[in-house]
């Protein structure tokens, strides 16, 4: 059976790349898929992908964030209602293999720490192995997807 992107579901989501003060991301060991990921999710309805972004990563790793993506605020209309929202850094179409094999449009955002004195970080249990912060040169030891070791290398290389 091939699977024809064109007839299958589609699913917004949002995800944080978010990269601490010495340079190193954020990832959470996804009990699941047994691997390390950014922390996101599905955008739910009635939210913007801002606000999915910056709900998902307080729900998983108990941060404030703020996201570092550009926006142009001159387009932004209040007479009309019309705001500027976040660039994702990318947007990538993932394919969900399983029972209901379905793909995510996942907007992907550059994030920072609100603040990171005294941060204290959790996760989710029941979706997570583990949190942890990763350099450049830790990322051979984790088992990671591979086009999502190119996305991790590309951000840290582009921040050292």
């Known amino acids: 059976m091939t699977f024809n992107k064109n007839k299958v579901k589609k ?5 944080a790349l978010i990269i601490n003060k010495e340079g190193k991301i954020l990832l959470i060991n996804h009990k699941k898929l047994g691997v390390w990921l950014y922390p996101g999710g599905h955008i739910e309805e ?3 992908p801002d606000e999915t972004v910056v709900r998902e990563v307080k729900e998983e790793t108990g941060l404030d964030i703020n996201i570092i993506g550009s926006r142009d605020n001159n387009l932004s209309d209040s007479e009309t209602d019309v705001s500027v ?4 850094y990318v947007i990538l179409c993932e394919k969900i293999n399983g029972t209901n094999e379905h793909y995510h449009i996942d907007l992907v955002y ?4 609100k603040c990171e004195d005294n941060i204290e970080l959790y996760y989710n249990h029941r979706e997570s192995r583990s949190i942890r912060f990763f350099g450049l040169e830790d990322l051979d030891n984790i088992k990671l997807f591979p086009n999502f070791r190119k996305l991790i290398e590309k951000v840290l290389k582009g921040r050292v």
């Open 11 to 15: 699913h917004f989501t949002a995800s």
């Open 46 to 48: 009635g939210e913007t």
């Open 85 to 88: 929202l976040h660039q994702p």
């Open 110 to 113: 550059l994030c920072e720490i």
